[in-house]
């Protein structure tokens, strides 16, 4: 079995900038999960999928032609790299609702841990990778930072993709986001007791990828 090292965490917390960066210094796979949500909602935007019938999400979510690029950075759908279009709010909002149902759930979470089995290890970041995808997990990292340094770090980031996004209108989309994902029924956003806990906010990326490096290399002590 691969070795994971799962990072959870709410919404501009840097989760996919910082799991990308211990991969490459650890030599590990890094994958997406929320990609994958979110190249279901693409294709639901694109076939008309009602926003509320989970039964369509969840055949759709059975059906779609997923997989990573060799570095696990980029999300082809169809064959067809989408990676930059799973960036915008309005397809993340979708995702969110889409992760919700049951269905969706259950084959995503299939898919994710198949493709765990590909590597001898693997870096996932997500809501739910340690506490359900991969709750045997040496590795479990929540990732964290106060609101207000989430919006911003997410407003740059859109900015950067030459996405105009209001920072009042961004942070309510985010509490909106993060609400919904910790209050759902199924397999919610939760720091879990064994989870390395990271406050980013005072942190730059340097000193969070070094610290869940240490974290690792002494073998999953807290």
């Not at 076939?47 to 690029?69: K, P, Y």
């Not at 082809?76 to 309005?90: A, K």
């Not at 950067?160 to 759902?184: H, P, S, V, W």
């Amino acid at each position: 079995m691969a070795e994971i090292i799962a990072i959870d965490g709410p919404s501009g917390a840097g989760k996919s900038t910082v799991a990308k960066l211990v991969a490459d210094r650890l030599g590990f796979v890094y994958l997406n999960s929320g990609y994958m949500y979110r190249a279901l909602a693409l294709a639901a935007q694109q076939s008309g999928a009602e926003s509320n019938d989970c039964v369509t999400w969840g055949q759709l979510a059975v059906s779609l032609q997923i997989e990573f690029s060799p570095d696990g950075k980029h999300l082809l759908l169809s064959g067809e790299d989408v990676t930059e279009q799973l960036r915008v709010p309005e397809i993340s909002g979708i995702a969110s609702q889409a992760s919700a149902c049951p269905e969706v759930r259950a084959e995503m979470v299939r898919r994710q841990r198949a493709l765990s089995e590909k590597y001898p290890g693997v870096v996932m970041e997500g809501r739910d990778i340690g506490s359900h995808v991969f709750p045997q997990a040496r590795y479990k990292v929540y990732l964290d930072a106060q609101a207000k340094a989430r919006a911003q770090r997410r407003h740059s980031e859109l900015s950067a993709l030459g996405i105009d996004k209001g920072l009042n209108e961004l942070a309510a989309e985010m509490r909106q986001r993060d609400q919904a994902d910790m209050t759902r029924e199924l397999a919610p956003l939760k720091r879990t007791a064994d989870a390395y806990y990271l406050d980013s906010t005072d942190m730059n990326i340097e000193q969070v990828v070094s610290s869940i490096e240490a974290y690792v290399k002494r073998g999953g002590s807290k």
